[in-house]
């Protein structure tokens, strides 16, 4: 009988899921929330639960025990959490187990010690990666955080043991004023949270975000698949990704790529994981954390190596042992991917909702689309803004660069406005093109007039003048000593030419 | 054959699309050729229209539009994604709005002044006609020769002071013209 795999998911990574599915024989099952009756992703399955969720305050996907029901009434074999959602929730993943379903992905308890960051840093060292240099605990008082930050080199970041959403938080330039700062930002932390414990650590003015892609099975094989490059970020989140990365040398990537292999195999990990690091404008690199799902951007990954990360995590939670060797594993070419998220770059990426009237997407050689919608699809609040993936596999970096702008010059929406034009703006820009931007780029490179240009605003006024002059042309010719024909002459003329 | 000229006699098909940054388009649509933008013909193709939607190829590359939105005489485009906000005139309403020769009130040196004395033989063009710079627009006879005179911009002719048979003084204004090239 075909196993049963139940996608606790929705959009396009439910549909990548859907083909990993089915490559292994699989019966592909998913939810239907009432939040988005008419998704794209209900096409693909083979089986379709109705979650009923309209009126509970969350939707399906955010719900584990309606999931681990529902999963039980309809004799789910595994389940795969995709990204976002409950994909890094421990007591999901647990609930799984205890219910007898097959949860892809690593263990719970590695869920949760990679989700707690001092646990997951506490490992890290075990492991001997570096990390960014920091007290181990609170420092007692500005004195003390003086000493430290002269020890480890301004700039440093004084972050408060309790805090959140940049409260108790400051970024000190010179020893002139830590202890003032050091003061302010531990009022503050124990008026929001009751405590004014203080960290401090190195604080990195222009780092670049790398992450190393693993897998490992049930039986200790751990390898690594090489670096991706997510530096490309706006609001703290990735926009655009890149494979390999421009500022990883050979020599590096073994470095690195041995780093997390030793440190998964060290905690017994299995599934696909990644394992993130912040490099500073100097080269040096600390690892940040691990996370312990597929990602949005692992595309670029495949595209250069080959491997199919889905089917693999798959395999693994069956049991399977890994046949990839990682002598085995080469880097091919150059991978670029770009977020089409429905959002406004020309106002501070806010989100858009509405009706697709018409979305077309580029084709060609070396061009995967990940979608989860298509023409007519509608955009809900309920839901990320991410409705696209756009992935570009190139000869080289520069190769890479060139195709995508292409295809990203074929991708057209009509109804919303997108993060396209934005991605196109990057590819152009000489950061990019050198591979010298960093993850503040946005903050402080991007401004919003970067996404025009001369032949686009030419375009517009012509479009303009067509719109307004139809109608200007339409009303004088309704005069009795109008001479000319209607405009459109020119515009049926082309047609036909064309 | 004589010069051909990229503006028709028809100004009723030129306009002007400002942008918000100041930037200023002159577009003028013939009937059944390339549209004209600031006096240059661009060869640009009109390759689908629907609605509120048109795609335009152009350097090779593909130009997605969409009326994003429409106030009276002012338009929002996206093109390729982008939104760009225009305010439109037709040429005659931009001539009346004072945004082109603002000291029309004044001696303009576009206008057209007999060089010499002598008799109009003949007017080719008639008022509110596009003309060419260097385009002939009227033939002075003059000791027995006939000189054609030209504009010396591209403008549209705003009156005509003279009529054909007419004898002139040197100096007499004979035409007065708005430029449009700015």
Same mark, same amino acid.
């Given at each position: ?111 949760r010690d990679m989700g707690l960051k001092t646990v997951a840093k506490s490992m890290a060292i ?5 990390l960014v240099p920091g007290s181990d605990g609170p420092v007692n008082d500005a004195e003390a955080a003086k000493a430290f930050a002269d020890k480890i080199?301004y700039p440093v970041i004084l972050k408060a043991s309790a805090g959140g959403g940049g409260r108790g938080m400051r970024i000190v330039?010179?020893?002139?004023t830590i202890e003032r700062n050091f003061k302010s930002a531990s009022d503050e932390a124990l008026a929001a949270f009751g405590n004014g414990d203080m960290f401090i650590e190195k604080y990195l003015?222009?780092?670049? #975000?790398?992450?190393?892609?693993? =897998? ?7 390898? #690594?698949?090489?670096? %991706? ?7 703290h ?15 590096? %990537?073994?470095? =690195? ?21 912040i ?7 600390f690892f940040m954390e691990m ?56 106002? %501070? ?43 570009? #596999? ?29 991605? %196109? ?41 067509? =719109? ?31 | ?7 028709? &006699? ?5 306009? +002007? ?9 002159? $577009? ?15 060869? $640009? ?30 338009? +929002? $485009? ?41 008799? $109009? ?38 009156? +005509? &002071? ?14 007065? +013209? ?5």
């Amino acid at each position: 009988m075909k196993k049963r795999l139940l996608i606790a998911n929705r959009s396009e990574i439910a549909i990548r899921i859907i083909r990993a599915a089915h490559k292994l024989g699989m019966l592909a099952v998913v939810f239907q929330s009432d939040r988005e009756l008419d998704a794209l992703y209900l096409n693909y399955a083979d089986e379709i639960i109705p979650a009923r969720d309209a009126g509970n305050d969350k939707p399906i996907f955010l719900d584990p025990e309606r999931i681990v029901n529902l999963a039980l009434e309809h004799n789910i074999d595994l389940v795969h959490p995709g990204y976002g959602f409950l994909s890094e929730n421990p007591d999901f993943a647990q609930l799984c187990v205890d219910n007898g379903i097959n949860f892809i992905g690593p263990s719970p308890q590695l869920i949760r010690d990679m989700g707690l960051k001092t646990v997951a840093k506490s490992m890290a060292i075990k492991a001997g990666l570096p990390l960014v240099p920091g007290s181990d605990g609170p420092v007692n008082d500005a004195e003390a955080a003086k000493a430290f930050a002269d020890k480890i080199g301004y700039p440093v970041i004084l972050k408060a043991s309790a805090g959140g959403g940049g409260r108790g938080m400051r970024i000190v330039e010179k020893p002139e004023t830590i202890e003032r700062n050091f003061k302010s930002a531990s009022d503050e932390a124990l008026a929001a949270f009751g405590n004014g414990d203080m960290f401090i650590e190195k604080y990195l003015q222009n780092p670049k #975000h790398l992450e190393f892609q693993i =897998m490992g099975d049930k039986h200790g094989n751990v390898v #690594h698949l090489g670096e %991706r490059e997510c530096s490309l970020q706006r609001k703290h989140q990735k926009i655009m990704e890149e494979a390999p990365s421009a500022s990883v040398t050979p020599a590096m %990537r073994k470095e =690195m790529g041995d780093m997390a292999v030793k440190f998964a195999q060290s905690i017994g990990y299995y599934s696909a994981g990644t394992i993130e690091f912040i490099m500073d404008e100097d080269g040096s690199y600390f690892f940040m954390e691990m996370n312990t799902r597929i990602q949005v951007e692992h595309p670029v990954t495949e595209m250069i190596t080959g491997v199919d990360l889905v089917d693999w995590q798959i395999r693994v939670a069956l049991g399977e042992e890994l046949t990839l060797k990682q002598e085995d594993i080469q880097i091919k070419g150059w991978a670029i991917e770009c977020r089409v998220n429905t959002e406004d770059p020309q106002n %501070r990426f806010s989100p858009q909702t509405g009706f697709i009237d018409k979305i077309h997407f580029p084709h060609g050689d070396g061009i995967r689309i990940e979608t989860g919608v298509q023409s007519g699809s509608v955009v809900t609040p309920y839901f990320d803004s991410m409705i696209s993936k756009i992935i570009v #596999h190139g000869e080289n970096r520069a190769d890479v660069i060139e195709k995508t702008l292409k295809a990203l010059y074929e991708f057209s929406l009509i109804g919303m406005k997108t993060t396209v034009p934005f991605c %196109r703006t990057v590819l152009q820009h000489p950061e990019f093109i050198n591979a010298t931007y960093t993850t503040r780029w946005v903050d402080t490179v991007f401004t919003p007039e970067m996404l025009e240009n001369d032949d686009d605003e030419l375009i517009g006024a012509l479009a303009a003048t067509i =719109m307004y002059a139809s109608e200007y042309l339409q009303l004088s010719s309704d005069l009795p000593t109008y001479k000319n024909d209607n405009l459109n002459v020119w515009i049926l003329n082309k047609r036909l030419n064309y | 054959m004589g010069t051909s000229y990229i503006y028709k &006699r028809d100004a009723s098909r030129l306009f +002007i699309a400002l942008r918000e940054n100041g930037k200023r388009y002159k $577009i003028y649509i013939p009937k059944e050729s390339s549209p004209v933008i600031d006096g240059v013909e661009q060869d $640009i193709d009109f390759v689908e229209q629907e609605d509120f939607h048109y795609a335009f190829d152009w350097k090779g590359k593909r130009f997605h539009c969409e009326l994003v939105s429409r106030d009276q005489n002012k338009a +929002i $485009i996206k093109v390729n994604g982008v939104e760009y906000k225009f305010s439109l005139e037709s040429l005659f309403s931009y001539i009346r709005h004072g945004m082109i020769d603002k000291d029309s009130n004044q001696i303009n040196e576009n206008n057209i002044v007999a060089p010499m004395p002598g008799k $109009i033989v003949d007017i080719f063009l008639a008022e509110g006609d596009l003309v060419n710079a260097g385009e002939a627009i009227l033939s002075l006879e003059a000791m027995k020769m006939q000189n054609e005179i030209s504009a010396n911009c591209n403008g549209v002719i705003r009156k +005509i &002071r003279v009529q054909p048979g007419q004898s002139v003084m040197k100096d007499e204004l004979l035409i007065e +013209i708005s430029s449009i090239d700015v």
